[in-house]
């Protein structure tokens, strides 16, 4: 069956650090790739996404490359921030049905001054 | 464009009630809503998936009579737990599909609590 799996976390970094949170995914067909992001105690944002093999994702600094080869998805941000403090998920949405998304468990983000 | 509106954020129930949470979309249709469970500190756990003016198709494992899903119109979705019992306690997250555009968009989640 279709599935998406994240690095654990927690993830820890100083300001302006290089962040990578890697994701790959198992799916039949071509799925559509989502990050979103959710602050305590709140929603799901979207962040970014791609619908094809090759598509890069990107918003507010953070990028991601659908990688239909090695069936991976995996997030970049250059320099994080404070305010970058979040839980990240990885999903996918595959081809056909209701299209649900599918979820990763999630990374936790801590960034520090 | 694209929100959802979800509430209530907060509610706190005692043990055998029933708690009605409702999920708006303001400014497009969405024939299709999502109803999300999760758990803290854990990844959302697709629990149904609501359709205007059909039956929810739930999730296997997921107790249909316990979480009722109406989807009456094509702005709204409600999701009731029957009988709530402290297990229940959890964060519910709606979604909806809002085209390519948008993607899927999420309610702010509401906090269940069951004393």
New interface residues.
């Given amino acids: 069956g279709n599935s998406v799996t994240q690095m654990e976390g927690p993830v820890t970094l100083s300001e302006e650090a290089f962040l990578t949170i890697n994701c790959t995914y198992t799916a039949t067909g071509y799925p559509s790739l989502f990050w979103y992001v959710q602050y305590p105690g709140e929603g799901l944002q979207l962040l970014l996404k791609a619908t094809k093999a090759d598509d890069k994702g990107s918003n507010k600094g953070f990028e991601a490359t659908y990688r239909k080869e090695t069936t991976s998805f995996h997030l970049e941000k250059g320099s994080v921030q404070v305010s970058d403090s979040a839980v990240y998920f990885c999903a996918l949405s595959a081809t056909g049905g209701y299209n649900k998304l599918i979820f990763g468990a999630g990374t936790r983000l801590a960034v520090h001054p | 464009g694209a929100v959802v509106s ?1 509430h209530p954020s907060r509610v706190i129930c005692k043990s055998g009630t029933s708690v009605k949470i409702e999920c708006r979309s303001l400014d497009f249709q969405a024939t ?1 809503m ?1 109803w999300y469970r999760q758990f803290p ?4 756990m ?1 629990m149904a ?1 609501s ?1 205007e003016g059909s039956k929810a ?1 739930y999730e296997q494992g997921v107790e249909k009579d316990k979480f009722l899903i109406n989807h009456a119109s094509l702005t709204l979705s409600t999701l009731t737990v029957t009988s709530a019992h402290p297990e229940d306690s959890s964060f519910y ?1 709606c ?1 909806a ?1 809002a085209g ?1 555009e ?8 509401t ?1 269940l609590t069951v004393v």
Avoid: A, D
């Avoid at chain 2, 500190?41 to 959302?44: A, G, M, P, T, V």
């Avoid at chain 2, 948008?102 to 989640?109: D, H, K, N, P, V």
């Fill in positions: 979800q299709t999502f500190k854990q990844s959302l697709l998936t359709n198709t997250i979604s599909r390519i948008y993607g899927y968009t999420f309610g702010s989640g906090r």
